[in-house]
C-alpha cells in the first residue's frame, strides 16, 4: 500500500494540516428574542438556554457576546397580542420597541452587526407572514407592508435586514423603497429557500407568533423540492439580494450545498429552532455529548456550503473557542 489516508489522521497536528473547513465565530449570526418592558430574561421553554429579553437585560447580553467573538446577531420581537393587527401596523410605528432596541444597540456598539426580522407573523393578528384576506395570503399587497417595515428598521440602524415572508417580488420591491429613502447601503439577506418545515415550533412558541388558521405552505417551500431552490435563488439575486438563505439548515444540507455551487455571493444557512431543541434535549437526556455533537453539527453546516450560519448555539461554540475546547 502506497497510499494510506490513515496517514494525514496520525496527530493533531497533521490532523489539523489536512483540515478541508474551518468554522470561525464570526460566521456565526445568533438570533435573540425581544420582549418589551424591564428587567426581563424569559427561558424559551422548548428551547433551553435562550431567552426573551427585555432590551435593559439585552445590552450587557450583547456585549458579552461581542467580547467572545460574535460580531452579528439577528433579533426577533415578541409582541404583545393587544398591539397586532391584520396589516402589522405596529411594525413600522413610531413607539415599536424593536426599532427603538435596534437603534439603542447601534447606538451603544456602533461596531457590532444588527440584522432585522422582514416578515408580518411577529405583528399580525393572523400570524401570517403575509396579509390575509378571504383566508387567502395575499402577495402583491403584502409588498408595501414589507417595504415600510424596511425603511422603518433602515432609518433604526440595522446593517441587514432578513425577508423570511417568502412572498414573490420582496426583495425587489424592498430594495428600492430602501434606495428611495437614501439607504442604498443596507444589505439584504433573503430567505431564499425557506421551506414549509416542521422545525420552527420553539421560535413560534418563544414569539407567540403561529398561524391563526392554516399553515404557510402556500408561500414556504414544499420540503420535497430541491430544483425550485434554484429559481428562487435566480430570482433573489435578480432582484438584488446581497446573501441568499437555506432555512432550515440540517435537514437541507443538500439545498445549501446546490446554493452554494450555482450562486457567487455569500450562502447562510438559518440552524432553526427546532434543530437545535432536538440536540439540546438529546444532550439532556445523557443520549449525546453536548459540547462533542454542537460544533460537528455547526461544522457539518459549513462543510454544505455556508459561509454564515444563524444559530441559537453561536454564544456557546464562541464560549468553547475561549475556553480553548476547540
Ligand atoms: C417567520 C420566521 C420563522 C423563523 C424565522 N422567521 C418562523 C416561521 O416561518 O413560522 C423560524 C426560525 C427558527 O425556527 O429558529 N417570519
Same mark, same amino acid.
Given at each position: 500500500?502506497?497510499?494510506?489516508?490513515?496517514?494525514?489522521?496520525?496527530?493533531?497536528?497533521?490532523?489539523?494540516?489536512?483540515?478541508?473547513?474551518?468554522?470561525?465565530?464570526?460566521?456565526?449570526?445568533?438570533?435573540?428574542?425581544?420582549?418589551?418592558?424591564?428587567?426581563?430574561?424569559?427561558? %424559551?421553554?422548548?428551547?433551553?438556554?435562550?431567552?426573551?429579553?427585555?432590551?435593559?437585560?439585552?445590552?450587557?447580553?450583547?456585549?458579552?457576546?461581542?467580547?467572545?467573538?460574535?460580531?452579528?446577531?439577528?433579533?426577533?420581537?415578541?409582541?404583545?397580542?393587544?398591539?397586532?393587527?391584520?396589516?402589522?401596523?405596529?411594525?413600522?410605528?413610531?413607539?415599536?420597541?424593536?426599532?427603538?432596541?435596534?437603534?439603542?444597540?447601534?447606538?451603544?456598539?456602533?461596531?457590532?452587526?444588527?440584522?432585522?426580522?422582514?416578515?408580518?407573523?411577529?405583528?399580525?393578528?393572523?400570524?401570517?407572514?403575509?396579509?390575509?384576506?378571504?383566508?387567502?395570503?395575499?402577495?402583491?399587497?403584502?409588498?408595501?407592508?414589507?417595504?415600510?417595515?424596511?425603511?422603518?428598521?433602515?432609518? /433604526?440602524?440595522?446593517?441587514?435586514?432578513?425577508?423570511?415572508?417568502?412572498?414573490?417580488?420582496?426583495?425587489?420591491?424592498?430594495?428600492?423603497?430602501?434606495?428611495?429613502?437614501?439607504?442604498?447601503?443596507?444589505?439584504?439577506?433573503?430567505?431564499?429557500?425557506?421551506?414549509?418545515?416542521?422545525?420552527?415550533?420553539?421560535?413560534?412558541? /418563544?414569539?407567540?407568533?403561529?398561524?391563526?388558521?392554516?399553515?404557510?405552505?402556500?408561500?414556504?417551500?414544499?420540503?420535497?423540492?430541491?430544483?425550485?431552490?434554484?429559481?428562487?435563488?435566480?430570482?433573489?439575486?435578480?432582484?438584488?439580494?446581497?446573501?441568499?438563505?437555506?432555512?432550515? /439548515?440540517?435537514?437541507?444540507?443538500?439545498?445549501?450545498?446546490?446554493?452554494?455551487?450555482?450562486?457567487?455571493?455569500?450562502?447562510?444557512?438559518?440552524?432553526?429552532?427546532?434543530?437545535?431543541?432536538?440536540?439540546? /434535549?438529546?444532550?439532556?437526556?445523557?443520549?449525546?455529548?453536548?459540547?462533542?455533537?454542537?460544533?460537528?453539527?455547526?461544522?457539518?453546516?459549513?462543510?454544505?456550503?455556508?459561509? %454564515?450560519?444563524?444559530?441559537?448555539?453561536?454564544?456557546?461554540?464562541?464560549?468553547?473557542?475561549?475556553?480553548?475546547?476547540?
Amino acid at each position: 500500500m502506497h497510499i494510506r489516508p490513515r496517514r494525514n489522521r496520525k496527530s493533531a497536528a497533521v490532523r489539523f494540516h489536512a483540515q478541508e473547513t474551518h468554522l470561525h465565530v464570526g460566521q456565526l449570526i445568533y438570533p435573540l428574542f425581544l420582549f418589551d418592558g424591564k428587567n426581563i430574561k424569559e427561558e %424559551v421553554k422548548s428551547l433551553p438556554g435562550n431567552f426573551r429579553w427585555s432590551l435593559d437585560r439585552l445590552i450587557p447580553e450583547v456585549e458579552s457576546c461581542m467580547k467572545l467573538g460574535i460580531t452579528t446577531f439577528v433579533l426577533f420581537p415578541a409582541v404583545d397580542e393587544k398591539l397586532k393587527d391584520k396589516t402589522a401596523s405596529y411594525s413600522y410605528a413610531d413607539d415599536n420597541f424593536y426599532l427603538h432596541a435596534i437603534y439603542t444597540l447601534k447606538e451603544q456598539f456602533p461596531e457590532c452587526c444588527i440584522m432585522t426580522d422582514v416578515a408580518m407573523d411577529p405583528y399580525s393578528s393572523d400570524g401570517h407572514d403575509g396579509f390575509v384576506h378571504d383566508g387567502q395570503i395575499m402577495n402583491d399587497e403584502t409588498l408595501p407592508i414589507l417595504a415600510k417595515m424596511s425603511v422603518a428598521q433602515a432609518q /433604526a440602524g440595522a446593517d441587514i435586514l432578513g425577508p423570511s415572508d417568502m412572498m414573490d417580488g420582496r426583495v425587489g420591491y424592498m430594495r428600492e423603497a430602501l434606495d428611495e429613502s437614501g439607504f442604498t447601503n443596507v444589505s439584504i439577506m433573503s430567505y431564499t429557500a425557506k421551506y414549509a418545515s416542521a422545525f420552527y415550533g420553539p421560535f413560534r412558541d /418563544a414569539l407567540d407568533s403561529a398561524p391563526k388558521a392554516g399553515d404557510k405552505k402556500t408561500y414556504q417551500m414544499n420540503p420535497a423540492n430541491k430544483k425550485e431552490a434554484l429559481i428562487e435563488a435566480q430570482l433573489d439575486m435578480y432582484e438584488g439580494a446581497d446573501y441568499l438563505m437555506v432555512k432550515p /439548515a440540517l435537514p437541507y444540507l443538500d439545498i445549501i450545498h446546490l446554493l452554494k455551487e450555482n450562486c457567487d455571493i455569500p450562502i447562510s444557512a438559518y440552524n432553526v429552532s427546532g434543530e437545535c431543541a432536538m440536540l439540546i /434535549a438529546a444532550c439532556q437526556n445523557g443520549w449525546l455529548d453536548y459540547e462533542k455533537a454542537m460544533p460537528e453539527m455547526l461544522l457539518s453546516i459549513k462543510r454544505a456550503g455556508a459561509d %454564515v450560519i444563524l444559530t441559537y448555539f453561536a454564544k456557546s461554540f464562541a464560549q468553547m473557542k475561549a475556553d480553548g475546547k476547540l
